[in-house]
């Protein structure tokens, strides 16, 4: 009666994963106890004999099969034991007064004959001693960050182990594991280190470019200067072959000037080295100017700029000359890329506080899910025309940055 009282209590207070275990138990138990009953109340016999210690025999059998094949015998019980012994990783286990209860060989061969025997105290162990004692006090790890010993650094993870049966102390202690990441550690040391030699590289480059750009700016611009004076008349008449190579001459001083600017502007933005005059602009006004400021340019192209839409009447914020440049940089592509005789028209629209300014053309057009491309860095969209008319592949890149500098984004 005393064990089926036993047996009975924990059934109740088991976890459900235990409970068919103790049910069985608690059948075992009950059997003889059952055929004794019988017999003094009733009479009852088997084989003419009290049936108690037949019973007690059938129970012992019973019992035994159940040792061999209970859940707690199981194939993942087998595997968890097996897992402990065989990991690489030290695993510490500690009661929940912080005394040592036991470890697997991996912990043996990292401490060696610092671990206690069962039972004793591990505050002397090199690092982790303090770490664990921390632990028991408070249920927290100390360890916000890796922990060295030796050679190998570890990463410490703890675990509660829960009694089967729910009691008032239904923890019974810890499980510490030690989790090897050296190889891991490194690959990040590795990769902080590229990290820094990549800025410090990309810097260097930085500084290299802006510094070639500056010194190339100055002879081109006298070059720039000369071809003007010269094709203007101030050195006097010219052949009409000489003119046109001095023509194409210039033009290329001009693309050059053009990519040594947009050089110079890629590394300021890089270097964080641009700043943004932000002022407030008639909206109007300032599209109605840069479109004048590009009619000389669409008229030597034969195409026609236009403004299509009326007045938004509204302020704008921004850096005047840096916005002009973003501007400006679309209309002289649509300009380039239209044909002989076709139209480039500007419009404005307000949405919500946002001016959206639209500039379209009718040439080749840009196909779609290219936005890499056209607003990638050296990059132009693959195009037979494209190609023909030259540019750096750095104008639309550098918009794309200013433009959201300013608060303000850029999609075609």
């Known amino acids: 009666m005393s064990a089926l009282s036993l047996l009975a209590y924990a059934f109740f207070k088991a976890k459900s994963s235990i409970r068919p275990f103790l049910g069985v138990l608690f059948i075992i138990t009950a059997a003889p106890l059952t055929a004794n009953f019988a017999y003094i109340v009733w009479g009852f016999t088997a084989f003419g004999f009290d049936p108690t210690p037949f019973m007690f025999a059938v129970a012992l059998i019973a019992f035994s099969w159940l040792l061999l094949n209970n859940t707690m015998m199981d194939t993942e019980a087998q595997g968890r034991s097996l897992l402990f012994y065989a990991t690489q990783n030290p695993v510490?286990?500690?009661?929940?007064?912080?005394?040592?209860?036991?470890?697997?060989?991996?912990?043996?061969?990292?401490?060696?004959?610092?671990?206690?025997?069962?039972?004793?105290?591990?505050?002397?162990?090199?690092?982790?001693?303090?770490?664990?004692?921390?632990?028991?006090?408070?249920?927290?790890?100390?360890?916000?960050?890796?922990?060295?010993?030796?050679?190998?650094?570890?990463?410490?993870?703890?675990?509660?182990?829960?009694?089967?049966?729910?009691?008032?102390?239904?923890?019974?202690g810890w499980s510490v594991s030690l989790i090897d990441i050296t190889e891991r550690e490194r690959a990040a040391e590795a990769l902080r280190e590229a990290v820094v030699d990549a800025e410090e590289a990309n810097q260097a480059k930085s500084r290299f470019l802006a510094m070639i750009s500056h010194e190339l700016r100055t002879p081109m611009t006298s070059v720039k200067g000369g071809l003007d004076l010269v094709l203007h008349g101030a050195a006097g008449e010219v052949s009409e072959p000489v003119k046109n190579l001095?023509?194409?001459?210039?033009?290329?001083?001009?693309?050059?000037?053009?990519?040594?600017?947009?050089?110079?502007?890629?590394?300021?933005?890089?270097?964080?080295a641009i700043i943004l005059e932000q002022q407030d602009l008639d909206a109007d006004k300032f599209l109605r100017d840069i479109v004048e400021e590009y009619e000389a340019y669409a008229k030597e192209k034969k195409v026609r700029l236009a403004i299509t839409t009326g007045g938004v009447d509204r302020q704008l914020r921004a850096d005047p000359n840096r916005l002009k440049q973003v501007v400006g940089n679309v209309i002289s592509n649509a300009v380039k890329f239209s044909p002989e005789g076709g139209r480039v028209e500007c419009s404005?629209?307000?949405?919500?506080?946002?001016?959206?300014?639209?500039?379209?053309?009718?040439?080749?057009?840009?196909?779609?899910?290219?936005?890499?491309?056209?607003?990638?860095?050296?990059?132009?969209?693959?195009?037979?025309?494209?190609?023909?008319?030259?540019?750096?592949?750095?104008?639309?890149?550098?918009?794309?940055?200013l433009i959201e500098r300013m608060g303000g984004s850029i999609s075609y």
């Open 348 to 401: 404005t629209q307000l949405i919500e506080t946002k001016l959206r300014l639209s500039i379209k053309d009718h040439g080749i057009g840009i196909p779609k899910n290219e936005e890499d491309q056209v607003f990638g860095r050296f990059n132009q969209v693959k195009h037979s025309s494209s190609q023909a008319s030259g540019g750096s592949g750095l104008g639309m890149h550098i918009a794309k940055l």
């Open 92 to 172: 510490i286990i500690i009661d929940t007064a912080g005394r040592f209860a036991g470890a697997n060989s991996a912990a043996k061969t990292l401490f060696g004959e610092q671990l206690p025997n069962k039972g004793g105290t591990l505050d002397h162990l090199e690092k982790i001693g303090s770490v664990l004692n921390f632990f028991r006090e408070t249920g927290e790890s100390s360890c916000a960050e890796p922990i060295r010993l030796g050679e190998r650094v570890f990463d410490p993870r703890s675990l509660p182990i829960e009694s089967p049966i729910q009691t008032k102390a239904n923890l019974l």
């Open 246 to 272: 001095l023509t194409v001459a210039h033009r290329n001083s001009l693309r050059l000037l053009k990519l040594i600017d947009d050089v110079l502007d890629l590394q300021k933005l890089d270097l964080s």
